[in-house]
Structures are given as C-alpha cells and as structure tokens.
C-alpha cells in the first residue's frame, strides 16, 4: 500500500498566521493517465470530513482561497495563507491514485 | 438536498455480523462510485472498499484488513448503498462514513465490536 506521511502532526498558529502540511508519498502518484489524484481533507471537530482539494491544487467548491495546494510526484503541500479560528481542525492528506487509496496520519492545527 | 445518511450501526459481539445502509438523495445514484471509509476513536481515516457504478462494472474492491469479510453492495432502485460485516473483531471499532467520490459525505454510524 502507499504510505502517505505527513508534517508535522501538531500545528499551533496565531490568528492571520500563515500555515503549512506536508505530505510525502511512499511512491509516485502520477497516474497512467498522466493525472496526480492528491486530495486534501479537513475534519472539524466532531464532523464528517469534507474535501477542500484535488487533483493536488484545485479547490472544491465554497473553499475559501486562503486554502492552496501545490507538489508533485510523492511531495505534497496544503497552505492556508492567513489562519481563521474557523480552520481548527485535523488535516489529512490522500492518494487515490492507487487501491487501496491511503490518507496520512493527520495533522491537527491549533491555535496558539 | 445532496445526502448521504447511514445507518444500522450499533454494538456486536466479536465474531459477529452486522449490516449498515446508506441512503442517498439529491444527485444520481446509480452512474456514482460508492465507498465506505471508517474511523476508529481518536485515529485516522481508512478506506475500506468501494463499489463502481453498475455502467462501470459494478465491481467492488476492499482494503486487506477487511477483505473476505466484509462484502459491499448497491440497490439502485433504492438508492441505497450497504456495508454487509461479518467475523467482526474489536479492531473494527469505528465510526463508519459512505461517501461518493470523497466530495459526499454522510455523518457516519458508530459500530462497536465488544463483549
């Protein structure tokens, strides 16, 4: 399976602060049809994860742009420009490149 | 309204069956790939399977800790998904989510596999 790990798994940040996950991929997730199938997730507390990226940097729908998504090949990277008190959370990164598709361990932001 | 809502969770005994549903609304059920991710208390995500949609085979695939064990299932005309778990272990705690094409998801249902 591909292991996906992220960092770092415990994030504080101050109000209007920048943030940044990373995620590493055990092997490339460039699929034969040339696309990266790279998502990230958010989970509020208490709440059913909800998507804000694919396909590595395109956000879902009703994602505010502070939310940015960049990498390529096996190295990943979620960046919320300013962070909001809305943002607390856990953070996963996933593959669905390959079955069965694998998420990192999560990251959760706080803040400071 | 796009909807998935589970349901049939609950509190089995080791060795046990239990089967969850998923109903969903609000968008075409029959042409989506349909999944079933969980979520033990204080982990993180795992995908346990899938099943394409009918035009596309209709096959299912499943993560290896469930394999030949859990079976997945689609009823088109009801638009219900299903999760059929059977020879349930104490690792199979966990909150249970369906979901379509990871943009859907439905508020999960908690299956707890305890004596």
């Known amino acids: 399976d591909v292991v996906m790990t992220q960092s770092p798994l415990s994030l504080p940040v101050t109000l209007g602060q920048p943030a940044s996950i990373s995620c590493r991929s055990s092997q490339s997730l460039v699929d034969s049809d040339g696309n990266t199938y790279l998502n990230w997730f958010q989970q509020r507390p208490g709440k059913s994860p909800r998507r804000l990226i694919y396909?590595?940097?395109k956000r879902d729908s009703g994602v505010p742009d502070r939310f940015s998504g960049s990498g390529s090949g096996t190295d990943f990277t979620l960046k919320i420009s300013r962070v909001e008190a809305e943002d607390v959370g856990l953070y996963y990164c996933m593959q669905a490149t390959h079955w069965p598709y694998t998420f990192g361990q999560g990251t959760r932001l706080e803040i400071k | 309204e796009v909807q998935l809502v589970e349901s049939g969770g609950g509190l089995v005994q080791p060795g046990g069956s239990l089967r969850l549903s998923c109903a969903a609304s609000?968008?075409?059920?029959?042409?989506?790939?349909m999944s079933w991710v969980r979520q033990a208390a204080g982990k993180g995500l795992e995908w346990v399977g899938r099943?394409?949609?009918?035009?596309?085979?209709?096959?299912?695939d499943y993560a290896a800790p469930v394999k030949d064990r859990f079976i997945i299932s689609r009823n088109d005309s009801k638009n219900t998904l299903y999760l059929q778990m059977n020879s349930l272990k104490t690792e199979d705690t966990a909150v249970y989510y369906c979901?379509?094409?990871?943009?859907?998801w439905g508020q999960g249902t908690l299956v707890t596999v305890s004596s």
């Open positions: 099943i394409k949609s009918k035009t596309d085979g209709g096959t299912t």
């Open positions: 396909g590595v940097s």
């Open positions: 979901t379509t094409g990871a943009t859907i």
């Open positions: 609000g968008f075409t059920f029959n042409n989506a790939w």
